[in-house]
């Protein structure tokens, strides 16, 4: 038939019967408004006077919304539209000489046409026929909004997708992300993912099977493996050709086909692969990088594939919108892999930047080698154990994957400043630079060599003045003074020796190189020179450590060249903070840091972890020139003592520092 009349049980078409059925239409009456449904051929509802009561206005709305047309009938006596008719919402026939005309004129919405009894043949079918016509104009009216609301459905949900995949970073989620949104996205029970990887520098290439779904089976592991890049399996034949694979049922396919299907999972596992959708996944230049396949699509999305029975009455084909949906996806997911490579890659390029920024560090400063490496990673390990914490001040804190690599990087770059750094500087163990150690030595061996040419000088001279007479006496007098002499000038050497330490300079000691430095000696022009020059008794007289204000200064600007060193650097948004967290590593809660003497809460979180983890460090790295190395119990005790207590550390991070044995993290 094609055409459907529908109408109440009460109501009968009589004689009628033959006529409709010569016209090609069906006749089915139904009981209640829940039956009252258009079908798939034009379906007319003729609506009886007597069983308008059954049928309120919302389900005579719904069967019109839904493409249906309705043909009211009159009562008996009834030559108008009947005030108790719904006529707010009639829409088609009424007589000229009705009171309703105006109203009815404007809110056509509903009723196609009104039959008043007592109705003739001809004229009831003339209305049933009208009403077909608009009935089928619904109906396509109303095709055309679902398929255009399907349409749209699909384009938001493929936008959604392609959003979320592009802002996925973890190549692995991405890949699980991909097979999830396709199988939902069609309603398959299973997929799998293969990855097009190059064999050889000569262009060969291989499939790697790299991940897996299935709703039936979750918990079968995942084994990788490689196979050939050749049209004898379903994915290589798709990965060589470019062609999708819409299979109706795996275990048979046609006998000329290049391709086979593996059965070894579904004998293994006792699962049935029956329609199938093979996709090659092409990036935005068309060149394929894998291919997506696609396993029992089914009626019930949630349905679980477990016995025959299952799979004969769940399982369907792809349809060709399917083929068409998953292609867009598999191109959102080839640009998305395209991309997760490619960030892969700049950040590979990005860690071999910081590594050789390291180095170059190191390689200026190799008594601090690794210092670097491991404040990054003790500072990402506190930040860790914070991310953690569920109480105390830092309970709210959280730290997400690329704020972790923003604090590494930050702990691996935070003395980059030092390339700014004069080497010797950089490099002084002692209080005087080893030139000028040199110096004082040679000029203790000068006046030494000169002390003793005088000696023997002296000597020469009295015997040919005076002869032997009294030149025992003389000389032993010679002799006495040459020792007294020459122990204070053996005693200056070793002064200087024990003040170039860069230890906490004793006051006895100051008072020695004082005496020292009123001294003098005569060069080989026979000019007066002191024994100390005022440039080498202010190094020597350094109160402790082995840098002067001027070298501490140049020291401490390492900071600001780090700061405006990563300043240049044009970061991406996730790692932007890297400057700022590296900029205040030497600052203190009190405000006594340096350079910038901020305190409090204008240090950032991420900055103060990084000084806990500096100082640790700089107090148990391997022994130094200018200093010993500390233990690590001994160093916390320092750490707690004279930083902590007195406001210079946040306690609270240093008690995580501790409970977490940040402190133990492998370097």
Request: aromatic share 8%.
């Amino acid at each position: 038939m094609n055409y459907l009349l529908l109408h109440a049980d009460a109501w009968s078409p009589a004689g009628l019967a033959p006529v409709f059925e010569a016209a090609g239409v069906e006749t089915r009456g139904i009981h209640a408004a829940r039956d009252l449904v258009p079908n798939k051929q034009p379906t007319v509802f003729l609506l009886d006077g007597d069983s308008r009561g059954a049928f309120p206005l919302d389900a005579l709305r719904g069967f019109v919304d839904a493409g249906g047309a309705i043909v009211a009938l009159g009562s008996k006596g009834e030559a108008d539209v009947p005030e108790q008719l719904p006529t707010e919402l009639l829409s088609g026939f009424v007589p000229q000489a009705s009171g309703f005309r105006r109203s009815l004129e404007t809110m056509r919405e509903l009723v196609t046409g009104f039959v008043p009894q007592p109705a003739g043949t001809r004229q009831l079918l003339v209305a049933i026929r009208s009403a077909y016509r608009e009935a089928a104009a619904r109906a396509e009216t109303a095709r055309a909004r679902r398929e255009a609301s399907i349409r749209g459905q699909e384009v938001t949900e493929l936008t959604g997708i392609g959003a979320k995949l592009m802002t996925e970073r973890d190549p692995d989620k991405l890949l699980d992300d991909i097979l999830t949104q396709a199988r939902r996205l069609t309603q398959s029970d299973a997929a799998s993912l293969y990855l097009i990887e190059k064999i050889d520098d000569d262009g060969q290439q291989q499939l790697r099977f790299r991940l897996a779904q299935n709703l039936t089976l979750p918990n079968v592991p995942l084994v990788q493996f490689t196979m050939a890049m050749d049209r004898t399996s379903l994915a290589g034949y798709t990965a060589v050709t470019g062609s999708p694979l819409v299979i109706d049922d795996a275990y048979a396919l046609q006998p000329d086909v290049e391709y086979t299907i593996n059965r070894s999972f579904d004998e293994r596992h006792g699962y049935h692969s029956r329609s199938m959708l093979v996709i090659p996944m092409k990036d935005h230049k068309g060149e394929i990088i894998g291919v997506l396949q696609l396993i029992n699509r089914k009626r019930d999305p949630n349905a679980l594939l477990s016995t025959a029975a299952d799979v004969e009455r769940q399982v369907i084909t792809y349809s060709k919108r399917t083929v068409e949906l998953v292609t867009a996806l598999a191109g959102q997911a080839a640009v998305s892999i395209e991309n997760s490579r490619l960030y892969a890659q700049i950040e590979r390029m990005f860690e071999g930047f910081v590594n050789a920024a390291v180095q170059a560090i190191e390689q200026r400063d190799p008594v601090t080698q690794g210092h670097s490496r491991r404040v990054a990673s003790r500072t990402v390990a506190l930040a860790q154990v914070v991310d953690r914490t569920e109480d105390g001040l830092y309970r709210d804190t959280r730290f997400n994957r690329e704020q972790v690599r923003e604090i590494k990087y930050a702990g691996l770059l935070h003395d980059f400043g030092k390339v700014g750094v004069r080497e010797n500087v950089l490099q002084k163990a002692k209080k005087l630079y080893p030139d000028k150690l040199e110096i004082i030595k040679q000029r203790h061996a000068f006046v030494r060599r000169t002390l003793e040419r005088d000696f023997w000088k002296q000597r020469a001279d009295f015997l040919e003045q005076h002869g032997k007479q009294g030149y025992d006496d003389f000389v032993a007098k010679l002799d006495d003074e040459q020792r007294r002499e020459l122990e204070q000038l053996d005693r200056f050497l070793a002064v200087v020796f024990q003040t170039n330490e860069p230890n906490l300079l004793k006051s006895e000691s100051a008072a020695d190189l004082t005496e020292f430095g009123q001294r003098t000696y005569l060069d080989l022009d026979g000019q007066q020179q002191p024994l100390l020059t005022h440039v080498e008794l202010n190094f020597l007289t350094i109160p402790k450590g082995s840098l002067d204000d001027e070298e501490r200064l140049e020291i401490e600007s390492h900071v600001t060249h780090t700061w405006e060193f990563l300043q240049e650097i044009d970061w991406t948004p996730e790692l932007k903070k890297i400057p700022t967290i590296a900029y205040g590593h030497h600052e203190k809660l009190d405000g006594t840091g340096y350079p910038r003497r901020i305190a409090g809460t204008d240090i950032p979180v991420q900055t103060r972890m990084m000084t806990i983890s500096d100082i640790y460090d700089a107090l148990t790295a391997p022994d130094r020139p200018y200093k010993r190395s500390v233990a690590p119990q001994n160093a916390l005790d320092i750490m707690s003592k004279e930083l902590v207590k007195t406001g210079q550390l946040d306690g609270e991070l240093f008690r995580l520092f501790i409970d977490g044995k940040v402190f133990e993290t492998p370097t």
